[in-house]
């Protein structure tokens, strides 16, 4: 889940760039901003920094098994709902660390004081370790949608389609020592609001930047403190990228430079079809980081079915996925790491 203050689209046609300012989305009126002013107020769909001393493009386009992926959304979906403090929400985290045996796992368990009451959080973090100084943090949350829990709702594309995509990248770093940065895998619980924000149809209750992000917030807090934080070069977050009618948004809360580097990485595997045609402002796990300097950006697809008509109602099913699109940025991920391990120096925060 994420929040959507103000929404462009940039369309070219017939050689003329035109501008629309969509209201798309009938709960935009009640939609707040996310809290990322500096970061929004600099970054645009134009670079306008120096250009970015790419490495050439180089080594076989990197592995990634979609149908596997696929494989464990549907295995994740069949869970059922999964709210934090659920059975269900349980049952997914222990399918996840099923996945991970024998890698090098932390657990970061917290109670999260919510409008709700206190719940237990579980952010889950895989390391990967590799031979440059330094850390890429990916990440997905796992929770479901916490309003909607006494419903149908599944969030195949929105919690499962991401955090699959996660466990197959675990299976491509596992057991192959990177000549790069080290890959931290993060699972990020407690994503969604706890309270009706609007979003899914339901009165507002609360704002979604006060009442959301509960999990990635406390790793942020975490790492801020232990000096993790000053080591992690970029972080890439993956969020409703299963769509089968794929169009990944440019994010204005996003490091406009490696928003840049994602587009090289799609169009060196040819996949910059389905790359930033739209440019939006979202409001999701990457904005602790941002907050904290890290360069960070949100690989996700904020147009699900006709006027995102999927987002957040019991139509978020896995029928409307495709393996392919799954591979796709799963891909896009491995190659944007791999030009970022390349990249040398990077860009200043
Ligand atoms: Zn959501």
Avoid at 13 to 36: E, Y
Avoid at 61 to 76: E, L, N, T
Avoid at 259 to 264: A, F, K, M, S, T
Avoid at 311 to 338: A, C, F, M, N, Y
Wanted: aromatic share 8%; glycine share 8%; proline share 7%.
């Amino acid at each position: 889940m994420v929040t959507r203050p103000k929404v462009v689209h940039w369309m070219l046609l017939a050689g003329a760039l035109a501008i629309v300012a969509c209201d798309r989305d009938k709960d935009s009126a009640q939609d707040k901003t996310a809290a990322t002013p500096a970061a929004a107020s600099t970054a645009s769909a134009d670079t306008t920094g120096p250009p970015l001393a790419l490495p050439s493009d180089s080594g076989p386009p990197p592995s990634f098994d979609g149908d596997r992926a696929m494989q464990y959304v549907k295995d994740i979906v069949k869970f059922g709902p999964r709210p934090v403090g659920s059975a269900n929400h349980k049952k997914v985290e222990e399918f996840i660390a099923s996945h991970l045996k024998g890698d090098q796992v932390e657990d970061d368990n917290f109670t999260a004081d919510t409008p709700e009451g206190k719940f237990p959080v579980h952010n889950i973090i895989a390391k990967y370790p590799g031979t440059k100084d330094g850390i890429i943090v990916i990440a997905s949350h796992y929770d479901t949608n916490y309003p909607l829990r006494k419903t149908s709702y599944v969030g195949a594309n929105d919690g499962a389609s991401s955090s699959a995509l996660l466990l197959e990248l675990a299976n491509q770093l596992r057991g192959k020592p990177r000549d790069g940065y080290g890959v931290w895998l993060v699972w990020d619980d407690a994503e969604e609001a706890i309270k009706p924000d609007g979003s899914g149809g339901l009165p507002q209750e609360m704002p979604f930047k006060d009442d959301s992000l509960y999990g990635i917030t406390h790793v942020a807090e975490k790492w801020q403190a232990d000096g993790t934080v000053k080591k992690i070069k970029a972080f890439l977050l993956a969020d409703m990228i299963g769509d089968a009618d794929l169009n990944i948004d440019r994010d204005t809360n996003s490091t406009s430079w490696l928003e840049d580097v994602i587009g090289e990485a799609a169009k060196r595997l040819g996949y910059q079809s389905h790359f930033f045609a739209r440019t939006n402002e979202v409001g999701d796990d990457h904005v602790p980081f941002v907050k904290r300097g890290v360069p960070a950006a949100d690989l996700i697809d904020f147009m699900y079915g006709y006027n995102n008509v999927f987002w957040h109602t019991t139509q978020d099913t896995v029928d409307k996925l495709s393996p392919k699109s799954l591979q796709i940025v799963g891909s896009v991920i491995l190659e944007t790491v791999r030009i970022l391990d390349k990249m040398d120096p990077l860009p200043p925060k």
